[in-house]
């Protein structure tokens, strides 16, 4: 299917214009980079504790934010999820791995303090585990004369957690009253609660720790993922084609990741785990169009060995134009819709690949064949030169011997 048929743009013609808005992007890219100490690495990458926090209503990012950066030192991040869960995501920095533990306490102690009743000396219910539960409940049930085995005990509790931690509740239940419906809970048992516990409006989900050193390892793993890919696709291009148009397809995906990451300095946005795998990600898609316009290129030379490169290059991009236009538009129309209904989780991710497929396609048409375009030209010229200079480097003697043989045959 060719929604452009018979077309014949000069696209050549504006490689320059492209050229120096690349240069203008590379740069800018750089000297952010180059300002701020590098990229801004995620916690992923530089070590920290990440904790996934429910609140019962929308949660309040900038008090949240506050208190605990009141608590810790270093950066502290607040991302929300997507819109309704009412679950954050809060992440700290750190630099030592005997802080981990002391910084996942200290924002657990900060959220009951600020959100919870430490005051009450009650337990939390919604935080608290099966073994803190069944101690606090164990004397007061045979208080208040409800008589329960150990073994009944531990299964009552053990209930009552699964239901609150089955979704639509997630961890979150909002009156001790629905807890009725779980099997064993009397009334002499909710009073219990009542009176033993209390319901604080969130509920911790889930807590990431990881070390300065993981995130150093994962780092530089992440780095060499990236050059072992360009370096396998540089072999194969050279192995297929020849090898300029293995350093082009190569030149044109460093040129696509490092204006990716320079918009992402630009705009102050984290390198984490997911932005690496799309940087990946547009690595592969940048070199497959790449690919595509290089072997229409290779077929048309061999069709039309005498018609100048260049003309060569432009019907070949020509007819692929359709393809380059139905791939680019529709994956670009895909994470479009991440990047606007993705949630924080994958911004990241949709960010990288919005950028990466603009820039990755106009790379294989006005970085990539340009640079092909520009070593034949350039090594056309040298091999003209050559065959101009060589008859005035013959040495007189033997141009009296050639002038003579001449003569003599004659």
């Known amino acids: 299917m060719g929604l452009f048929k018979n077309t014949n743009y000069d696209f050549l013609g504006w490689k320059w214009p492209f050229i120096i808005a690349s240069l203008v992007l590379s740069v800018a890219g750089l000297a952010s980079l180059a300002l701020k100490g590098g990229p801004l690495y995620g916690i992923d990458f530089k070590g920290g504790t990440v904790i996934t926090v429910k609140f019962a209503s929308k949660p309040p990012i900038d008090e949240i934010r506050s208190a ?54 009650k337990t939390d219910f919604n935080n608290a585990g099966h073994d803190a539960l069944v101690s606090r409940l164990r004397d007061a049930l045979a208080r208040n004369n409800v008589a ?5 005990l531990q299964k009552l509790v053990a209930d009552i957690l699964n239901f609150r931690n089955t979704p639509p509740r997630s961890g979150l239940i909002t009156s001790f009253d629905q807890l009725s419906s779980v099997p064993g809970v009397t009334p002499g048992v909710v009073n219990t ?46 192995f297929r084609f020849e090898w300029i148009y293995g350093v082009a397809a190569v030149v044109a995906c460093f040129h696509d990741t490092i204006i990716t990451i320079g918009f992402f300095s630009l705009f102050n946005k984290e390198i984490t785990m997911t932005v690496i795998a799309a940087l990946l990600t547009l690595v592969g898609y ?45 994956t670009f129309l895909t994470v479009i819709a991440l990047f606007l209904f993705g949630g924080p989780v994958l911004h990241g991710f949709s ?60």
């Open 286 to 330: 940048s070199m497959n169009d790449t690919i595509v316009i290089f072997d229409r290129i290779r077929e048309n030379l061999k069709l039309s060995r005498r018609e100048p490169l260049e003309q060569v290059i432009n019907r070949s991009v020509n007819q692929t134009l359709s393809r380059t236009i139905m791939t680019s538009g529709l």
């Open 68 to 121: 605990v950066s009141k608590r810790i030192g270093g950066e502290v991040t607040v991302q929300t999820f997507e819109s309704g869960s009412n679950e954050v995501a809060i992440g700290t920095e750190l630099t030592d791995e005997r802080h981990l533990d002391q910084n996942r306490r200290a924002v657990l102690d900060t959220l009951t303090a600020t959100f919870g009743q430490p005051s009450s000396g």
């Open 148 to 152: 329960l085995s150990d073994t009944q």
């Open 351 to 410: 960010f990288a690949l919005v950028v990466g497929i603009i820039i990755g396609t106009y790379s294989s048409v006005f970085i990539a064949s340009p640079i092909v375009l520009f070593w034949h030209d350039w090594f056309d010229q040298r091999k003209r030169s050559a065959a101009v200079v060589a008859p005035a480097r013959v040495s007189p003697a033997k141009e009296a011997v050639r002038k003579g043989s001449v003569t003599a045959v004659k």
């Open 193 to 238: 609660l009542k009176q033993e516990c209390y319901l604080a409006p969130f509920s911790v989900r889930g807590v990431q720790v990881v070390g300065p050193k993981v995130g150093a390892d994962l780092r530089q793993r992440a780095i060499w993922a990236t050059l072992a890919a360009l370096g396998g696709m540089l072999v194969y291009i050279a």
